[in-house]
């Protein structure tokens, strides 16, 4: 969605009604082109537990495997900390799928720290005290919507701040970590249903548009340079998998978004 | 159409409260509101298990004019969106369809007081939709709307 809190809106085009019509039993063919309303520009990521929700259908993860030990370095780069900020949230998702209460209670604590780093504490406090109360409690549904909360409080905080580059940062992050997550659970276990939870080109698409969009100094910033290459490699290979995803392609996207990760995580 | 469409996003309002609005006239309606009989909508499917995201799209728009939101779902998940309005009165309109441009089967509903519409939807391939609605008023020359989901 976009964070600008903004009026926002794009006409589509007027020239004509908007093409749903009837083309067999209950089927109703609609072209976005001919469209004669607004669109609404904006994008709602989601979080990476919708995404591994279907993993848990298609199979069992071993969900503490994929927990990352979490070593952020000290920084006040703030677009460096946003990015951060957005991979911790995420690596909660993945404590809470592994039902990891000590993890939980870590990623807990470097909440407050990044959001006291980014100067948003206040508001981050009682999002991350709920989850340390929930995770002595076991209550991981408690702590999932928490996770979301403090994500979506973060970025409305940054938007009031008119820092909605920033609030970018904080989806890409989060989405970075989520699909290395998802790709690595699809590697050791691969099949096509797994791997299509990989067509996502619209997500990276928005992603680029997203940074394109950013304040020079935000565009140029080391790492979201590196970031906006991997997502454009990313997307060549999500738009070239017309077949599906082969097993090589999906490491292949695992290795670019694992090694954006790391960069985020060692600060270089 | 120089109508602005305003986007912000509240923290979920308790039920009981949305009651309250409903007896508000549309003069002090707002987005929030909007947003309010939206989690009205969702209540009976977070009772079935759903979760409800805490980021959602809203605004205000001419009333009729149609809206378009495009969201990325995954196949294995079922969906609900609601869709709700602040305004009395109000024709709600929600259809989804896949990136071929062909209309999703679903499960729709109306509320009896039509402030709010749900749509549940198991997508049948991962990718991108559309979602497609529009809030016609028999009353108001602008309504104001909010369209949330859950997954489960």
Known sequence: MCRLGAAFALLAGCQTSLHAEGSSAGVQEFDPQAFPGYVVDDVVVPVPSEVFSVLDKLGEPNWRQEIRKLEMPSTGDRTLLALMFGTVVAEGFVAVQAEDRQSVQDIGREVINLSKNLGLSKSVLPHAQAILDAADRDDWSSIRKEFDRTQKTVQDQMEKMKDADLSQCVSLGGWLRGTTTVTSIITKSFSADRAELLNQPMLVEHFIAAISKMPEGTRKHGQIVKILAGLRDVLARMESAVDGFSHESVEKIGGVCGSLLTEIRTGK | ?152
């Not at chain 2, 009333?63 to 969106?81: C, D, I, P, T």
């Not at chain 2, 896949?98 to 089967?105: A, R, V």
Request: net charge positive; glycine share 6%.
């Open chain 2, 1 to 152: 159409m120089n109508l602005n469409l305003t986007f912000r996003r509240r923290s979920l309002l308790a039920s009981a409260c949305a009651l309250a609005l409903a007896m508000v006239g549309p003069a002090t309606a707002t987005v929030d509101d909007a947003h309010s009989f939206a989690m009205e909508a969702a209540q009976s499917f977070v009772d079935q298990g759903f979760i409800v995201r805490e980021d959602y799209w809203n605004g205000e728009v001419k009333s009729g004019v149609k809206l378009m939101v495009r969201h990325q779902l995954f196949k294995g998940n079922e969906y609900a969106f609601w869709l709700g309005t602040a305004n009395d009165g109000v024709d709600l309109e929600l259809k989804i369809y896949d990136d071929k441009g062909k209309s999703i089967e679903m499960d729709r509903k109306v509320d009896k007081n039509s402030m709010y519409a749900s749509v549940r939807v198991n997508p049948p391939k991962t990718g991108t939709y559309t979602l497609v609605f529009s809030l016609k008023s028999h009353t108001e020359k602008s309504v104001f709307w909010a369209l949330a989901y859950g997954y489960r």
